[in-house]
């Protein structure tokens, strides 16, 4: 945040630690205030126990509740082991959860565990990617909306993007991080009508490595592709059988966004770089 407020969201698995504490000592040189966690999977929330520090102001989560068979229940009881100073994420009281990044600049929570701030829900079932938490970082005219693994109907998941897509505190993205590392579960033709329409310059950005095989997927890559104008898709590094194209930027990078005074953005990865003007 402009004041220096810093909100680390998902942390990986036990394998990712060690970049993760890199990338913090690199951009923040000194422990996040918060900590937001979107599920219960451990390719998101495994790594909590073996970080090198532990959030200034609280660890925000949904805590080892409405647990089913698809969440990692042993990664959950190694996260509440930590004893981190916490709040528990998924009890709304009709507004969005705002963490205040100083400046006029906030993240909003907008959902979690299938029910959004307004009380309308998504049926997520036995489906622990629909409970993902659905946010937005926002700062004069930017916005940055992202959504862990939420799904869209996807291979049979549950659609939470429609469900969600009628929020009124949900934001028309300047860049739009695709949930599930842009795998066709997610990022549907509808949410991306309402999130990242076309006949702007936007950016979408997944975070995928050489383990999530198809990340991101063709399809998905082909219909995000007409709603970028001149921006890119920026993808940390392409799975092995992850879909290409011309917007489509395989960094085998961290993917950097930068803000200047909630109006102008940057977008920095794999030896490219763009400049954005967000669009009110």
């Known amino acids: 945040g402009p004041d220096g407020t810093s909100v680390l969201v998902d942390v990986g698995n036990d394998s990712h630690a060690d970049t993760v504490d890199a990338a913090v000592a690199a951009y923040l040189g000194h422990p996040p205030d918060y900590v937001v966690l979107t599920h219960q999977h451990a390719d998101h929330i495994g790594g909590v126990d073996d970080l090198g520090f532990e959030p200034r102001e609280a660890l925000l989560w949904r805590g080892p509740v409405d647990l089913v068979s ?37 993240m909003r929570l907008l959902a979690v565990g299938g029910t959004a701030y307004d009380g309308r829900a998504c ?23 992202f959504g862990g693994d939420l799904t869209g109907g996807g291979k049979d998941t549950p659609d939470c993007e429609a469900a969600y897509d009628g929020l009124e505190w949900l934001p028309v993205a300047d860049v739009l991080h695709l949930s599930h ?36 997927d063709q399809a998905v890559v082909d219909r995000v592709t007409p709603h970028l104008g001149g921006g890119k898709l920026w993808v940390t590094r392409r ?42």
């Open 239 to 280: 799975g092995l059988l992850g879909g290409d194209g011309v917007s489509l930027v395989d960094a085998e990078s961290d993917v950097l966004v930068r803000v200047v005074g909630g109006s102008r953005y940057s977008v920095h990865a794999g030896g490219q770089s763009g400049d954005y003007t967000a669009l009110p």
């Open 70 to 106: 698809d969440s990692n229940e042993g990664e959950v009881d190694e996260v509440v082991a930590t004893g981190w100073p916490e709040e528990r994420l998924g009890e709304f009281d009709g507004e969005p959860r705002v963490v205040d990044l100083g400046g006029g600049a906030v």
């Open 123 to 145: 049926p997520v079932g036995d489906d622990e990617n629909a409970r993902s938490v659905l946010g937005a970082v926002q700062w004069g005219d930017f916005d940055y909306v």
């Open 181 to 216: 590392h842009g795998i066709e579960s997610s990022t549907s033709q509808g949410w991306l009508d309402r999130v990242l329409p076309p006949g702007a310059d936007r950016n979408a950005v997944v975070g995928a490595n050489v383990a999530y095989g198809t990340a991101p």
